[in-house]
């Protein structure tokens, strides 16, 4: 499956952005999805992730009330709403897909985007 991200830009801080992962080969209803991210001189660091019918999800503590994963399978497409953004949430943003539960370690994703640039700044 391959992973196209879109939606990254600049933004102010309190403001929101709404990132798109849009796969091809294969529907995405077969895996997990999430989104991690990495910030300069940083390693990458999990964001949020959802099962494969996005009724479970799971959030990093940083973004947690923040940020929103979701999923419309029949577009074999995942999102990530963010909101209240800080400059502390600049980095690459990357979708990454696995088949089985979804999990925080990034080590178990099969499946990776390039990523699309945040950042937060005034």
């Known amino acids: 499956v391959q992973l196209v991200e879109s939606g990254g830009g600049l933004a102010q801080p309190g403001g929101s952005l709404r990132l798109s992962c849009a796969a091809s080969?294969?529907?995405?209803?077969?895996?997990?999805m999430a989104w991690f991210r990495q910030a300069p001189g940083k390693e990458r660091e999990f964001v949020a992730g959802?099962?494969?019918?996005?009724?479970?999800?799971d959030y990093a503590d940083s973004v947690k009330e923040r940020f929103t994963i979701s999923r419309d399978n029949a577009k074999n497409t995942v999102y990530l709403q963010m909101n209240s953004l800080k400059p502390e949430d600049t980095a690459v943003y990357s979708c990454a897909a696995r088949v089985g539960y979804f999990g925080r370690f990034a080590g178990v994703y099969n499946y990776w985007g390039r990523g699309t640039q945040v950042t937060v700044s005034s």
């Open positions: 080969g294969r529907p995405i209803s077969s895996y997990s």
């Open positions: 959802a099962d494969w019918s996005g009724a479970n999800t």
